[in-house]
Nanobody, 124 residues
């Protein structure tokens, strides 16, 4: 069974930066597109970013475009989310997810495996 473990969350002031990491195991990492989603209290889980198997293609949710960057290191089976210019509305639990797709899919239903999540809190 695929295992995804997120790290790097925490408390940061508005305008600050954080880098999330997701270590993947029990899978052939390059068979998967990797994504990040987030869920704030009382809201649906929202697409944040996705990167294809090689790292050559990515896509972002409208609310994070220009501020967040997704990347992956296939030698370490790890995907990253660099978050800059953070805003209080970015506060959420951030989840890493894996999809057996060759495309940069963005819907939750396209992702087969999920991590436990890491909390990001942005204070104003």
């Amino acid at each position: 069974q695929v295992r995804l473990v997120e790290s790097g969350g925490g408390l940061v002031q508005a305008g600050g930066s954080l880098r999330l990491s997701c270590a993947a195991s029990r899978l052939l990492f390059t068979d998967y597109a990797m994504g990040w989603f987030r869920q704030a209290p009382g809201k649906d889980r929202e697409f944040v970013a996705v990167v294809n198997w090689s790292g050559s293609s990515s896509d972002y949710g409208d609310s994070v475009k220009g501020r967040f960057t997704i990347s992956r290191d296939n030698t370490r089976n790890t995907v990253y989310l660099q978050m800059n210019s953070l805003k209080p509305e970015d506060t959420a639990v951030y989840y890493c997810a894996a999809s057996r797709s060759t495309l940069t899919v963005t819907s939750k239903s396209s992702f087969d495996s999920w991590g436990q999540g890491t909390q990001v809190t942005v204070s104003s």
